[in-house]
């Protein structure tokens, strides 16, 4: 569940025409690390875990959109921090990672 979720945002960090190479290998290494962190999680949290990822996956579509706009990721933003306190304790990597993806589409300065 979760993966295909996680490999439909590597395809939007491929695709997204006004990403610059660095910052979109940037992005798909702390992908693949997000895609690392939620296969750690215990299956009876797996439903957590797959709405982390598709908060994830909402707010890059957002972000990465052509002549997307600052404001455009402020709700996938909110729903995905919503989600991550659930982890705080006891996945911590998944929190640190998943905030690292928001920070680095948040530098884009879209």
Partial sequence: MATEI???????VQEAPSLPAEKRDELLAL???LRKEIDTVAPDRA???HEIAVE?????????A??????AG???MRALTHSLNQFEDSHPRLV???NAICTALSNLGI
């Avoid at 996680?6 to 939007?12: L, T, V």
């Avoid at 052509?66 to 404001?71: K, S």
Wanted: cysteine-free; charged content about 15%.
């Fill in 6 to 12: 996680i490999s439909r945002i590597e395809n939007i």
């Fill in 31 to 33: 992908v693949a690390a």
């Fill in 47 to 49: 439903q957590a875990a």
């Fill in 56 to 64: 994830t996956h909402a707010l890059a579509e957002k972000s990465l």
């Fill in 66 to 71: 052509p002549g997307a706009a600052r404001q």
């Fill in 74 to 76: 402020i709700q996938p």
């Fill in 96 to 98: 640190q990672v998943t």
